[in-house]
């Protein structure tokens, strides 16, 4: 059975997408299949992969309005090896169209359970808030939430917020709900602000915390405009390299394996430089 994150902080700009998209890439060029699922009306993560999102037709918001998901929602990138259940702009409607709904909460997790045996790994994009359409991507988590923080000014601002908002649907709805990681991002290593807020984030989670640490990257905010990942707008960058770490390690945290002819790739690079 494949797993599920959903990457969540309600704060904007934190690396949500990015993340999504580029740790999804990386775990796919290891050999898992992966589905990315964007449940964010703005749509970044659609777009990151080259698909507008104003064509999109179904896509998220047809699913939790409770249409059945057939295998047509689910966009696959050949290049990428890389599926993604899209999203499109109306999907900013869906928290006001289910406000009366049964089950609100839980129509991600029902619509995307019969996916679940056909992908390695699920990754939920979720929107800056912490509404409706979040707390679904949070009933949907099943194997845990991701939480990138950027390292930055404020950055701890709103995690308080939000851990007490996994408690209360940990709570109320689905009591293994729990945090899978945290994943600090646009880390600056020429600012001491930086290493102040990986120490703060650590004092706080503690172990949670994941050991890879993503640089700020110019590279990394250039991918999307070209619909690609990073692993394929500039591979050996240290970007590239920071998201395919992360990758490793939540496969290794996961019990996988890494595949050798990854590994075989990572020794040919290391003798070559
Ligand atoms: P939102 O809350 O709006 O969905 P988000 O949390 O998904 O935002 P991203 O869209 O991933 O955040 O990133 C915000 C911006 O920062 C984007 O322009 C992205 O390209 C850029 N960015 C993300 N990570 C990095 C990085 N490590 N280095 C430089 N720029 C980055
Ligand atoms: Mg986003």
């Given at each position: 059975m494949g797993r599920v994150y959903t990457l969540v902080n309600q704060k904007g700009?934190?690396?949500?997408?990015?993340?999504?998209?580029?740790?999804?890439?990386?775990?796919?060029?290891?050999d898992q299949k992966v589905l990315l699922v964007d449940i964010d009306p703005q749509a970044n993560a659609t777009s990151s992969l080259g698909v507008e999102k104003h064509s999109v037709k179904?896509?998220?918001?047809a699913t939790?309005?409770?249409?059945?998901?057939?295998?047509?929602q689910v966009l696959h990138n050949p290049r990428l090896q890389l599926s993604i259940l899209p999203s499109s702009p109306d999907l900013a409607g869906a928290e006001v169209e289910l406000v009366n709904e049964l089950g609100r909460e839980s129509r991600l997790l029902h619509a995307i359970a019969p996916l679940v045996d056909r992908y390695d790994y699920i990754l939920i994009d979720c929107p800056p808030s912490l509404g409706l359409l979040t707390v679904n991507g949070l009933m949907a988590a099943r194997d845990g939430v991701l939480i990138?923080?950027?390292?930055?000014?404020?950055?701890?601002?709103g995690?308080?917020?939000l851990m007490r908002t996994v408690k209360r649907v940990q709570v109320a709805l689905f009591p293994s709900?729990?945090?899978?990681?945290?994943?600090?991002?646009?880390?600056?290593?020429?600012?001491h602000l930086a290493n102040d807020v990986v120490a703060e984030v650590k004092k706080y989670f503690k172990d949670l915390v994941f050991e890879t640490i993503i640089p700020r990257s110019i590279r990394l905010?250039?991918?999307?405009?070209?619909?690609?990942?990073?692993?394929?707008?500039?591979?050996?960058?240290?970007?590239?390299?920071?998201?395919?770490?992360?990758?490793?390690?939540?496969?290794?945290?996961?019990?996988?394996?890494?595949?050798?002819?990854?590994?075989?790739?990572?020794?040919?690079?290391?003798?070559?430089?």
């Amino acid at each position: 059975m494949g797993r599920v994150y959903t990457l969540v902080n309600q704060k904007g700009g934190v690396g949500k997408t990015t993340t999504a998209i580029n740790l999804g890439a990386c775990l796919a060029r290891m050999d898992q299949k992966v589905l990315l699922v964007d449940i964010d009306p703005q749509a970044n993560a659609t777009s990151s992969l080259g698909v507008e999102k104003h064509s999109v037709k179904g896509g998220t918001y047809a699913t939790l309005l409770g249409e059945s998901l057939s295998s047509a929602q689910v966009l696959h990138n050949p290049r990428l090896q890389l599926s993604i259940l899209p999203s499109s702009p109306d999907l900013a409607g869906a928290e006001v169209e289910l406000v009366n709904e049964l089950g609100r909460e839980s129509r991600l997790l029902h619509a995307i359970a019969p996916l679940v045996d056909r992908y390695d790994y699920i990754l939920i994009d979720c929107p800056p808030s912490l509404g409706l359409l979040t707390v679904n991507g949070l009933m949907a988590a099943r194997d845990g939430v991701l939480i990138p923080v950027q390292c930055e000014y404020l950055a701890l601002e709103g995690l308080g917020e939000l851990m007490r908002t996994v408690k209360r649907v940990q709570v109320a709805l689905f009591p293994s709900l729990h945090v899978r990681g945290v994943i600090l991002t646009m880390f600056d290593h020429r600012t001491h602000l930086a290493n102040d807020v990986v120490a703060e984030v650590k004092k706080y989670f503690k172990d949670l915390v994941f050991e890879t640490i993503i640089p700020r990257s110019i590279r990394l905010a250039e991918a999307p405009s070209y619909g690609l990942p990073i692993t394929a707008y500039a591979p050996g960058s240290a970007a590239a390299k920071a998201y395919e770490s992360l990758a490793r390690e939540l496969l290794l945290g996961d019990g996988k394996k890494i595949p050798q002819a990854v590994e075989r790739g990572k020794k040919l690079r290391l003798r070559r430089t």
